[in-house]
């Protein structure tokens, strides 16, 4: 059966309206889908993503074991256990640690279409994986599949096309469409990558440009946090 792929930017209201059969794949490749797809490989098996700071402190308040991951600007969170960082958080084993999240656009997005069946984060850290697995449930025929690029306050990002683009290409084919090398260098020299060098995190962009990195995928069911789908246990998931 033909996958049925819809491409959008942001919050779109005539699709909110449709998504109560769609899987949602939310793409905000720098850097909070990398930041929650390497929390995810890093060993954590829950991570809440909320759309505010205060919220997010009252959650960690009631969570034992929990972590305060975020950042407004690009800049970490006061009173955070870590930024946005999907390199600082790939030196720690996280197992057994929940996150509690909150970024500038991500946290926004999803709240918008927090009533989506089911979620999942995309990134190029995982693009493959989440093609391999969008593959392997098409056998729910009456799903849309919904790319939702995050942007940046509303605006296009070069980097969520990317990212959606290469998904995309990854439903059709197993070869790669760009080298690392190649993604690397349009990532450095999107408006963000530039940014985010700018204020010193020009590793988190090298980082984010890592192709096919984690096999995992961060996915949400009706649930208010994203727990793990591990590649080696996709087929025994949906038998």
């Not at 009631?62 to 305060?68: A, M």
């Not at 690392?180 to 020009?202: A, M």
Request: hydrophobic share 35%.
């Amino acid at each position: 059966m033909k996958l049925q792929i819809i491409n959008i930017m942001g919050q779109n209201e005539r699709i909110r309206n449709k998504i109560n059969d769609s899987i949602l794949i939310l793409i905000d490749v720098l850097r909070a889908s990398s930041t929650i797809t390497t929390a995810i490989a890093k060993g954590t098996d829950r991570v809440y993503s909320l759309k505010r700071k205060n919220e997010a402190f009252q959650l960690k308040s009631t969570i034992k074991d929990s972590l305060l991951v975020g950042e407004r600007l690009g800049i970490k969170i006061k009173d955070f256990d870590f930024g946005n960082s999907p390199s600082m958080l790939y030196k720690y084993n996280l197992k057994g640690k929940t996150i509690i999240f909150t970024s500038s656009n991500f946290s926004n997005v999803l709240q918008y279409y927090n009533d989506a069946p089911v979620i999942i984060v995309g990134s190029i850290l995982n693009a493959k994986y989440v093609a391999k697995y969008l593959k392997m449930i098409k056998i729910t025929k009456n799903y849309k599949i919904i790319l939702v690029q995050a942007g940046t306050s509303g605006f296009y990002s070069e980097e969520d096309e990317l990212g959606a683009k290469l998904i995309m290409h990854y439903l059709k084919s197993e070869s790669d469409l760009f080298t690392e090398k190649e993604i690397q260098h349009k990532l450095l020299n999107t408006r963000n990558g530039k940014y985010l060098t700018k204020i010193g995190y020009k590793e988190d962009v090298e980082f984010c440009a890592q192709l096919n990195k984690f096999k995992t995928i961060p996915i949400k069911f009706n649930t208010r946090y994203f727990f793990p789908i591990h590649q080696s246990k996709l087929s025994d998931h949906h038998r």
